[in-house]
């Protein structure tokens, strides 16, 4: 049987499937990643960017010099990560909330939720939005049509 957050992954995945991502832009509370008009995901929480299996850039990297002549930047370093990449598949881990879009074959950007109380994340694309809420859950808004 499938589940609702199966559902709104396969939705999601229908509106996203083959889109690149095309701006991050950080905010003081939070990021946001744009995929196309009307097509963003907007993060509250941690997020990290895992490339060909390994941890390539965490939220929490940004702003930090590790030693380097410059500061890692968020904005910059995500694109660079993902590359020409598109988006091949949406996962909703119902569990926790979690969400994880997959570009191509060797990126990953997971979202992970943290809290149990505060929305962490959106996700909306056209007539589909969903919303990672605290302990996990997940809001899923859907047009009549789907």
């Avoid at 196309?36 to 990297?61: E, H, K, M, Y």
């Avoid at 990126?107 to 929305?119: D, T």
Wanted: glycine letters at 10%; charged letters at 25%.
């Amino acid at each position: 049987m499938e589940t609702d957050a199966v559902k709104a992954a396969a939705m999601l995945g229908r509106r996203l499937k083959g889109l690149p991502l095309q701006k991050v832009k950080r905010f003081e509370f939070e990021w946001r990643f744009e995929f196309g008009v009307n097509r963003v995901l907007q993060v509250r929480c941690p997020w990290r960017l895992l490339s060909d299996g390994r941890i390539a850039f965490t939220d929490s990297d940004d702003g930090h010099q590790f030693g380097l002549p410059v500061p890692k930047d968020g904005e910059s370093e995500a694109p660079k990560i993902i590359g020409e990449s598109v988006i091949q598949k949406i996962v909703l881990h119902e569990v926790t909330g979690d969400l994880s879009i997959y570009f191509g074959e060797r990126a990953i950007l997971e979202v992970l939720n943290m809290s149990c109380g505060y929305e962490s994340w959106e996700i909306g694309a056209d007539d589909v939005r969903v919303i990672g809420l605290g302990g996990g859950d997940l809001a899923i808004y859907a047009s009549a049509n789907e």
